[in-house]
C-alpha cells in the first residue's frame, strides 16, 4: 500500500511558512509499512487542488491533505472535496454542536466564519477533532482513500493518532524496517568511506543525513508481510557491523538526541550540568531543557551576553577579559569555573563566540568559537570555526558543545 | 512565468527531515514576480525523478530541483537528468579541479565519492557552489529550464543568490506584491470579523497565518509589468485601512518578528534587557539573541531550572516559593526583581510554568505558565494555560511573554 501526501495552502506554496506536517505524516505512516510515492504541494486554489488530487492517486492507494480548513475565506478544499467525490455540500448539525459546546467552554462567542466550518461534503465520513474546529473528512472511492485533515500540526497529528493511523495499519501488506544511526563530530564523506566496504556483505539500504554537526545514517530494508523477523535480523546484522568501524561517533539510535543521550548519562550517574553561554545566547540550555525529565539533572545557566555579566556573575576575571578577550580559551574556562560554583553543577559547558554578521576581526573572524566543558579537575576547551550566519552558527556551537560533554563524560 | 520546485530525497519524502528549502526558494522567487504552481517532493528514485519532472513542466516553465547530489551512494539524480535532457554522462575537469583545491585548503584528503561527484550530465552547464563540493546545473530544452541544486540549505542559498536568480529575474512577465502584518495575543476569527468587512472596498487578496500565539495577515495583489505602483497602492491602501481596525494586536510588517520588535524599541529608548527563565530553559534568550546586535540591548538571562537556583542566583524568597509554589505570580514577579538587580538590566521578563509531559496538579495542569514583565517600578504578572506538548508549550510561553513585554513598552 502507498500513500501520497497533498498540502494545501498558499501560505505553504509561497514559502511564508514551512511545511512540517508532511514530515511527520511520513514518519508515522513509514512505522506501519505504508511508503510515501510522492508529496505535492498546490496553493487555495480549487483546480489546483483537483489536479493534485488526481496526479496522487495516480501513485497511491491512500491520500492525505492537510490545510485549506481554516475558519477564514481563504478555504476552497471542501468545496474541491465535494466536486471530486460527489455529492455536494452539507450542513452538519453535530459538527456545530461540538463547536458551540467547545466554544461555550471557552467564553467565546461563536463567529459567522465558525458556522461556515460547518458546511461539510456530504460524501465525508467525519472524523472528530477533539483539538480544534475544523473536523477530519475520510472519503472512499473505487477501493481508495482519502483523509483530509486540518493543517495546525497539532490538531493533524492528534487526528492521525486517534483516527487515521488506527483504520490504515489493518490493511498495509508491504513491512518496512528502519533503523536510524545517529553520529556526531565526523563528516559524511569520511564516514561514508569507512561503512561502504562494510555494506557490501549486508543487503540493507543506507542513506546518509547530515544536519549542522551530526550525520544520521538511515539503514532500512522493504519486505512483505510474515518477513519481518528476517528484516529486523538483517538490519540488526547490518547496524553492529556499521556501529562497529565508526563507533567513536555513534551516540545514538532511531529517536536518541544527542541532548536526550547525554541527559540519560548524566542521569544515570547523578550529575548535575549547568551552561554558561554567551554567543548561543541561552540556546543549549533550550536544547537540554527539551528532553523530558531535564530537570533531573540540569540545574541552570546564566546566559552571560553581556561581559559585565560574565563578570559579575560568572567571576570572569576582568584582567582574562581585557588580556585575552571575551572569546578566548581562559574566558571560556573561567566560566566555566564560574557556573560549577554558582549553580552548585558537577559539570558545566560554556561557549564564548561571534556569531555575527558583524563583530568579527582578522585574527578571530565571524563565527570563531571557544567551547568548554569540564568539572571541579578538568576543563577541555575547544576552538572552532563554522560557517557565517548568525543562526546556522548558533546552531552549530550548541551541537558541538554537546558533543564534547559526550567525549567530555566518556572520558570521565 | 511560473515555477514548480522538485525536491529529491527518501530522508524527506520518509519524513526524516524537514523540507525547508522549497519554502526559502518559494518566498525568494515571489520577490520577482514569479509565482510557485506546485511543489514535489519524490525519493531517491530514477523513474520517480523523472515522473515529477515531467509532471513539473506540465505546469511550469521553470522547474528548480533541490536534494540528490549528496556524495553518497543514494545519488542518482544527475543520471536521471541526463536522461531526461540527453547527451549522457561526462566528467568535468573544472569541478574536480575546484573539489582539489578546497579539500588541499582545508588539509583534508579527497574520497572516492569526491571524484565520483564529479561526473555530471553533458547538457548541464555548471554553475559554480562556492560552498561545497555538489554543483549547481543548468538546462534548457523546448524553451524551458530546469536547474538542480544540492539540498544542503546553505549552499542552495548560495547558489541561488548569486547563480540562479540572477538569470531568472530577467524574462519574467508577471509582477505580484505582498505585505505581511504582523499581529500577536489575538485570534484568527476573531481578527478576520474585523477585517474582512473593511477589506470588502479593496480588491486585494488576504491568507491568516497563525502560528503559536502570532497571526500573520497577507495581503497580495497580482498583475502585469508595469502596473507595479498600482499594485503598490493598493496594497498599501488596504493595509493601512486593515491595520487601523486591528490596531491594538498588529506589532509590524513583513520580515519583522516580535523579537526584533521588541529590540528596536528597546534600542531607540536606550534601555536594557534580561530574562529569569525556568520552564522555557532559556528559549526566550535564544529568541532574543537571534536577532542580529542584540547585544546593544540584551544583558543575559539566569535560567533557574532548579529551585535552588530561583532562591540563591535570583534571590526568591523560599517562604515565596513554599507558600505560593514555583509557577506563581508572587514567584514570577520576585524572579524579575531578582533579574534586574543581578543582570542590572531595566526590564526583565520571568516565566515559570509546567511544562510537561509530567509535573501537573489540578490546580496546576501541565501547560500552566506564570509570565511577568517589569521594571524596577512596575511589575505585570498574568497566568496562561497552553496546549499540552513540551516544546510547544515551551515556544507559546516565549511568544506570549515577548508580546507581554511589548505591552508594557507601548504602555511605558
Redesign the interface.
Known sequence: MKASIV?IG???????????N?????????EIGI??????????DKE?ILN?IR?AFDDADVVLTTGGL?????DITKPALAEYFGGGMQFSPSTFARIEKLFAKRGIPL????KQQCHLPAAAEIIVNEMGTAPGMWFEKDDKVLCSMPG?P?EMKHLMINGVLPRLVQSSQVVYR?K?IRTSGMG???L??LI?PVLEEHDVS??????QGQV?L?LSKVGVKGEEALLERTLDNAIAAVTQVIEPYVFGFDGETLESFVGKVLQERGLTLG?A?SC???????M???V????GY?????????N??KE??LGVKRNTLEQYGAVSEQTVSEMVSGAIT???CDIAIAVSGI????GGTREKPVGTVWIAVGDKNTIVAKRFLF?K????N?KYTANYALDQLRKFLSAR
Chains 1, 2 share one sequence.
Open positions: 498540502t498558499d501560505e505553504i506554496l509561497i514559502g511564508q511558512i514551512v511545511d512540517t508532511a514530515a511527520w505524516i511520513a514518519s508515522v505512516l513509514a511508503l510515501i510515492s510522492s508529496k505535492i504541494t498546490v496553493g487555495d489546483s493534485a496526479r481554516g475558519p477564514t475565506k481563504d463567529s459567522e466564519s465558525h495546525v497539532h528502519q536510524t559524511e564523506s569520511v561514508a568511506d561502504e543506507i542513506a546518509y543525513l547530515p544536519s544520521r538511515r551552561t553561554e548561543t545566547g541561552g540556546f543549549i540550555a533550550h537540554i531543557t527539551s523530558p525529565g531535564a530537570s540540569f540545574r541552570g545557566s546564566v546566559v552571560a551576553y553581556d559585565g555579566i559579575k556573575v554558582l549553580l552548585e556569531s555575527g554578521p558583524s560557517a550566519d548568525r543562526v546556522v548558533i
